[in-house]
């Protein structure tokens, strides 16, 4: 299935039904009186959260949909049908937005919860409604008003509860596969990782949390170089990031650069989000010596003036990650305690989750706008004209993503 986190739709909800003007006519009964129903209701439309969904790509090719009209009401005082509601499913961690104020309609965070996107038209009222002591025969009804019309965007932010970080080839897909069921795409060239892949991580019985593994972060991704724009997103969510960092790299690159890139570029992207919880974890300790690993770390937490926690791991040989599998599940079952007993610890986490999401979504909407300059021909600053990181065509022969629990 392909993984689609963005999309754009059209809802339409149901008019209300007219009411009807319509006079009660029997046999020895001459002045029956108005009895013209109502009409019902027109049909809304709910967004719902679906556990089962794991991809927005439905909405990729069928992009307006249309509640059921309510039905006019007919004499005999016969009320109209109420237009049925249309419910779109979506997966869990869709954010909705509507597209022409930029407002931020609802989250859905949870499966089963459901959002109102479209109210449905009111009915509208028969004849038999306007009847008085002066006015036993009255022709007046009222038509039905007309259904909310929308234009929606749909982001789709992967719900994990740790993710992984570093540059293409830093082992974070390895590590995924080596501590989860889950089997990610695994090559020696950069960017085998196309798409976010989730994998559940089982520590003991009845622990496990959920890990995260996004394409590879290079210099320049906040501005959308490699593939870094589409899914730094998908971290904001994260109670947790790994920053993974090649401690053997084959070109010779200094660990200490590599992670001070990546920091810049989560600082360009989200402020906020280089002030969540982030550990060191240097893998392919394999390839070295044990002084020489040794040395390494040393090297690097003396040059980064590196004071949390640090692991040294070989993903590939499994060395060191059982480890740091338990480390993590202890911080965030600690961390789950102390939202529950502290509550100034509570409010300071809620409002740098609230920082990193308001930022997250005011660079995304920001490279949106530029984009949409780019294709009316209108070069941004500092951008060259045939620049263009537009995805829009990627995702017709696009990667397929697979969620393994």
């Known amino acids: 299935m392909k993984f689609v986190d963005e999309v754009s739709i059209t809802v339409k909800a149901g008019d209300g039904g007219n009411g009807c003007m319509s006079f009660r006519r029997e046999k020895f009964i001459p002045k029956g009186g108005p009895d013209g129903g109502d009409g019902g209701d027109g049909g809304s439309i709910f967004l719902e959260a679906d556990a089962n969904w794991n991809t927005l790509v439905d909405y990729r090719y069928t992009r307006r949909f249309n509640a059921q009209r309510g039905e006019n009401g007919r004499g005999s005082d016969c009320t109209g049908a109420k237009g049925e509601d249309m419910v779109l499913l979506v997966p869990v961690g869709t954010t909705v937005i509507d597209a022409g104020t930029q407002e931020i309609i609802g989250d859905l965070t949870e499966a089963g919860q459901r959002l109102l996107v479209a109210q449905g038209g009111f009915h509208g009222l028969g004849n038999t409604r306007f009847k008085s002591s002066v006015n036993r025969a009255p022709r007046q009804t ?238 941004v600053d500092g951008e060259n004209e045939g620049d263009d990181d537009d995805d829009e065509g990627d995702d017709e022969d696009g990667p397929e993503i697979f969620y393994v629990h």
């Open 142 to 379: 009222s038509n039905g008003s007309l259904g909310e019309l929308r234009d929606l965007k749909m982001e789709l932010k992967v719900l994990a509860d740790v993710g992984l970080l570093g540059l293409p080839n830093a082992g974070k897909s390895t590590f995924i596969r080596s501590v989860s069921a889950a089997k990610p795409k695994v090559a020696d060239y950069p960017f085998t990782t196309m798409v976010p892949n989730l994998g559940v991580v089982d520590v003991g019985q009845l622990r496990s949390f959920v890990v995260a593994d996004i394409p590879g972060v290079i210099e320049g991704a906040a501005e959308g170089a490699g593939l870094g724009t589409r899914f730094l997103k998908h971290l904001s969510r994260t109670r947790l990031l790994l920053h993974l960092v090649d401690m053997a790299p084959l070109d010779q690159a200094d660990p200490v650069e590599s992670v001070e890139t990546i920091v810049h570029e989560l600082g360009k992207f989200s402020p906020a989000l280089t002030m969540r919880e982030r550990w060191l974890v240097l893998n392919k300790c394999d390839q070295l010596l044990e002084d020489e690993q040794q040395a390494v770390l040393d090297d690097v937490v003396e040059r980064l003036e590196w004071e949390g926690p640090v692991f040294v791991i070989s993903a590939s040989e499994r060395q060191g990650t059982a480890e740091l599998a338990k480390a993590v599940m202890n911080w965030l079952d600690e961390r789950v305690r102390l939202i529950e007993d502290d509550e100034e610890y509570a409010a300071e986490v809620a409002a740098l989750d609230q920082q990193i999401e308001d930022e997250a979504r005011s660079h995304i909407q920001a490279l949106d706008d530029r984009r949409a300059l780019r294709k009316q021909g209108i070069v």
